[in-house]
């Protein structure tokens, strides 16, 4: 069952994918409201992620929230007061939430709240569903456990989902924000050996994967926002060349990323997690920009 015309709350509303989501969920007939640290309008609502809410009653006549808030894992080298931070925004921050939907008594019916590819951790060639297990290592330890904050909701009555989003494609921010100006420079290349899987997805279809989420009653539990085709670094590294006509012949050493950004490079950079969206095929999704190359040439018009 479809659901149209709803009022959906957006935390992180001001971030990359929030604003894009904002924008789509509109177009399509909803209307947004943004739960913020700084209330600026009478389309906000207030809150903080280290006490949730702080007038849990402007959720009344709340359809959906999609929580996205969360500290930047990129921001920098991973000290353990960055991780502490990461790791608190999203799963303190998630309690909290869920804290304040339990104080309403009319309640949302859906929860729809960020997670990451990060849940599976190291992997190697392994094709990974939905159902795979967790794997191990610092960002599988929070992806699970915010996940499990956000499923708390289910007990309150809502549908939950939890999107798993797998390296987010856009000039606006994240990972390939940072890849532009070095391969445009002609200094691009594979990280480490180049066969670790990386599972991309546009930001385009990202914010359609997650709207099709809010209104799909069907979706339930675990979903990976990702394309349904991942590449190796190496695969990869040449699709970035070739949609921007640059060379690809300066590679960073595994060694040298560990020097400069220590277990964040495992992570994120090195890590092969070879993630496929079985959920979201199943249930009728259709990418617009599924190949990798496309995708690049669509988010950089």
Known sequence: MTTANQTVAITGASGMVGTALGAKLREAGHKTLSITRKASSSDSILWDSATGLKNPAQLEGVDTIVHLAGENIAAGRWTAALKDRIRR????????????????????????CASAIGYYGERGEVILDEDASAGTGFLADVCREWEHEAHAASDLGLRVVNVRIGV????K?????????????GAGGIIGSGKQYWSWIGLHDLVRIISFCVENEALKGAVNGVSPNPMTNYDFTKGVGRALHRPTIFPL?????????GEMANDLLLSSTRVIPKKLQDHGFQFDYPELVGCLEHELS
């Not at 050493?253 to 950004?261: G, M, R, T, Y």
Request: glycine share 6%; net charge positive.
């Open 253 to 261: 050493p595994a060694f040298v990323a560990k020097l400069a950004l």
């Open 168 to 171: 987010v494609l856009s000039p």
């Open 89 to 112: 925004s999203r799963v303190e921050g998630t309690r909290n939430l869920v804290k304040s939907i339990a104080a309403v008594q009319q309640r949302p019916r859906t929860l729809v």
């Open 173 to 185: 921010g994240g990972a390939l924000a940072k890849m532009l100006l070095p391969f445009k420079l």
